[in-house]
T-cell receptor, first 111, second 112 residues
Framework: QQPVQSPQAVILREGEDAVINCSSS?????VHWYRQKHGEAPVFLMI?????EQKGHEKISASFNEKKQQSSLYLTASQLSYSGTYFC????????????FGTGTRLKVLA | DGGITQSPKYLFRKEGQNVTLSCEQN?????MYWYRQDPGQGLRLIYY???????QKGDIAEGYSVSREKKESFPLTVTSAQKNPTAFYLC???????????FGDGTRLSIL
């Protein structure tokens, strides 16, 4: 089952902050975050491997709560270039490899 | 520069026809993947391969086939059994499963 992302869509003004959540029904080994611009391929942002881990990439950071099987992506002081669709990619703790992308969150930053 | 090359960028299929989408990588990655993306939707895994001469079905493998005869290449065939093939197809690779995936620019497939 696909991890569920919330919100489905969000519109921001430049400089505003946003949080995108990714919730899985399965125990997770890792969470990846990607951004996809319209008509383009997804681009990798960051990977989180440990429960409670938090990482940052410029003004974009993320956390991973292993117990809650959730990850959150934090966009601080958003820029126009942040617009796009954000996907979480999750790797579950099953015996066989299982990697599933989340439902996606469309983010639009306005000037 | 290393990367993933998908071709063609646009492809049109006639009814009853099989078509093959090419995916080549020069990143020396072991794992390769094929995803399907419908408009406004997320990415769904079709097939993946962790090593040469081995591949596994993803969530929507019916109507598709793949081969992995070389490490660099992972072509996807959309067969006539796939009744609704119109979509954006993305190929990706990673150094191993679980590592970040690098994507090609995609192939848009449409039905004539």
């Amino acid at each position: 089952q696909q991890p569920v992302q919330s919100p489905q869509a969000v519109i921001l003004r430049e400089g505003e902050d946003a949080v995108i959540n990714c919730s899985s029904s399965k125990a997770l080994y890792s969470v990846h975050w990607y951004r996809q611009k319209h008509g383009e391929a997804p681009v990798f942002l960051m990977i989180l491997l440990k429960g409670g881990e938090q990482k940052g990439h410029e003004k974009i950071s993320a956390s991973f709560n292993e117990k809650k099987q959730q990850s959150s992506l934090y966009l601080t002081a958003s820029q126009l270039s942040y617009s796009g669709t954000y996907f979480c990619g999750t790797e579950s703790l099953s015996g066989t490899y299982k990697y599933i992308f989340g439902t996606g969150t469309r983010l639009k930053v306005l000037a | 520069d290393g990367g993933i090359t998908q071709s063609p960028k646009y492809l049109f299929r006639k009814e009853g026809q099989n078509v093959t989408l090419s995916c080549e990588q020069n990143l020396n990655h072991d794992a390769m993947y094929w995803y399907r993306q419908d408009p406004g939707q997320g990415l769904r895994l079709i097939y993946y391969s962790q090593i040469v001469n081995d591949f596994q079905k993803g969530d929507i493998a019916e109507g598709y086939s793949v081969s992995r005869e070389k490490k660099e290449s992972f072509p996807l065939t959309v067969t006539s059994a796939q009744k609704n093939p119109t979509a954006f197809y993305l190929c990706a690779s990673s150094s191993m499963t679980g590592e970040p995936q690098h994507f090609g620019d995609g192939t848009r497939l449409s039905i004539l």
